[in-house]
T-cell receptor
Framework: AQSVTQLGSHVSVSEGALVLLRCNYS??????LFWYVQYPNQGLQLLLK??????LVKGINGFEAEFKKSETSFHLTKPSAHMSDAAEYFC???????????FGKGTRLSVIA | KAGVTQTPRYLIKTRGQQVTLSCSPI?????VSWYQQTPGQGLQFLFE???????NKGNFPGRFSGRQFSNSRSEMNVSTLELGDSALYLC????????????FGPGTRLTVT
């Protein structure tokens, strides 16, 4: 069965600092991987997706993620945090891209001025 | 293009009652999925409908059911509500059965007392 582990339920960074949110997956087949963001009282917004093309994926709002098969990881990064990045971030995996998403538990990002 | 809409946004019900939640997908999207979000269990897949047929079903009891209409609008129903059914119910749509990107609505916050 597919599963996703997000290391750290809460990450706090200073404004302007590097953002690194960790995601490791388990999958018996090459997976499709996604990062979503959720702002308070809102639904999920897709940040980026990996669909077996380029291993470095660029998304919206300056975020990017790198697929590393050897490490079964898909960590999310942003060079410089903004106050507006404070939200909950979810990593998700899908066996074939169009099957139900399996989500990690989420990481809450706080940005300190 | 309008996003995914869910009604109502907030709902309070009493244990033992039943509830129906509604989801209107993005215009032209034919696939609708439902997810339950709770602090303890995180985001869990409920079911997916495509062209009025259930394609996938998650591991939830039979009290949870859904359907999709010919205009792609979907409803989910929960009968005999339990306190543990209190959650944010998210609906997501995608353009077709093989599309990767899911677009989420703002959710319906259900509180069972």
């Amino acid at each position: 069965a597919q599963s996703v582990t997000q290391l750290g339920s809460h990450v706090s960074v200073s404004e302007g600092a590097l953002v690194l949110l960790r995601c490791n997956y388990s999958s018996s087949v090459p997976p499709y991987l996604f990062w979503y963001v959720q702002y308070p009282n809102q639904g999920l917004q897709l940040l980026l997706k990996y669909t077996s093309a380029a291993t470095l994926v660029k998304g919206i709002n300056g975020f990017e993620a790198e697929f590393k098969k050897s490490e079964t990881s898909f960590h999310l990064t942003k060079p410089s945090a903004h106050m507006s990045d404070a939200a909950e971030y979810f990593c998700a995996v899908s066996p074939s891209g169009n099957t139900p998403l399996v989500f990690g538990k989420g990481t809450r990002l706080s940005v300190i001025a | 293009k309008a996003g995914v809409t869910q009604t109502p946004r907030y709902l309070i019900k009493t244990r033992g009652q039943q509830v129906t939640l509604s989801c209107s997908p993005i215009s032209g999207h034919r696939s609708v999925s439902w997810y339950q979000q709770t602090p303890g269990q995180g985001l869990q897949f409920l079911f997916e409908y495509f062209s009025e047929t259930q394609r996938n079903k998650g591991n939830f009891p039979g009290r949870f059911s859904g359907r999709q209409f010919s205009n792609s609008r979907s409803e989910m129903n929960v009968s005999t509500l339990e306190l543990g059914d209190s959650a944010l119910y998210l609906c997501a749509s995608r353009s077709g059965a093989h599309a990767y990107e899911q677009y989420f609505g703002p959710g319906t916050r259900l509180t069972v007392t």
